[in-house]
């Protein structure tokens, strides 16, 4: 077992204004001093419009952390691939993965609410197609000289998409989880479970049981198959 960080960032911070970007930095200090007491990876939200929990540059942050650290692995938590365009996500992706010397974790998931899916005019009844398109894809940008794609929800003539990721083949892959289903979806790709535990420990036993049952028999959307459970859960202090 290794123990990190799941972080949400957001501009201000208790007696700072927004515009002086101070619970940024306060982040920054957090993780470089996470990393000195030995914690193993740091997992930055994605979030936008609320004011609450809203890191809304998830990538640029990250980016900022990796250049004050060394072995803290940078994780998404998530990137909303509905939001992105596939490609520009991939490249800035692969982009933090060199930076950091290989240390990106690459989170993804589908979004939970309308203020974020209705304001980016996405319909909510497509976001799981347009999430399950894109994690197939971008490890191909990854590793694929030549990428090519004809799908439902995007499109794209041979090209060579730069730069590719440091790690070898790509980054682990990873999905939120917070309920049985995904739990399933995230087995049969193959990805790692990104859970967030709303329930008791028994529930989250049986969530943890089922996709390692599953993914045994995967069939991974990825190069590999990423056969690690990250269970968020709160811890007060």
Not at 60 to 75: H, V
Not at 104 to 121: D, I, M, N, Y
């Amino acid at each position: 077992m290794r123990f990190g960080l799941f972080c949400s960032p957001k501009a201000d911070a208790p007696g700072f204004a927004p515009e002086t970007g101070q619970g940024f930095f306060d982040f920054l200090d957090f993780n470089v001093e996470a990393e000195a007491l030995g914690f193993h990876s740091s997992f930055v939200v994605e979030h936008h419009f609320s004011g609450w929990n809203q890191a809304s540059a998830t990538l640029m942050l990250l980016m900022a952390l990796a250049m004050r650290t060394k072995t803290l692995r940078l994780g998404t938590a998530v990137m909303v691939p509905t939001w992105h365009n596939p490609v520009l996500l991939a490249e800035q992706a692969a982009t933090l993965d060199l930076i950091s010397n290989g240390r990106l974790e690459f989170g993804t998931g589908r979004s939970a609410t309308w203020t974020e899916v209705g304001a980016f005019g996405i319909d909510p009844d497509s976001t799981k197609e347009m999430w399950d398109e894109v994690i197939r894809a971008i490890p191909k940008m990854w590793t694929e000289d030549e990428f090519e794609w004809n799908g439902k929800y995007f499109k794209m003539p041979p090209r060579n998409v730069l730069p590719k990721p440091i790690q070898d083949p790509h980054p682990p892959m990873w999905v939120a989880v917070s309920s049985p289903e995904t739990a399933v979806q995230a087995a049969e790709r193959g990805i790692g479970m990104l859970g967030v535990t709303l329930g008791t420990p028994a529930d989250y036993k049986r969530l943890v049981s089922d996709y390692r049952r599953i993914i045994k028999h995967c069939d991974p959307v990825g190069k590999f198959v990423n056969n690690q459970v990250n269970a968020a859960s709160w811890l007060y202090c």
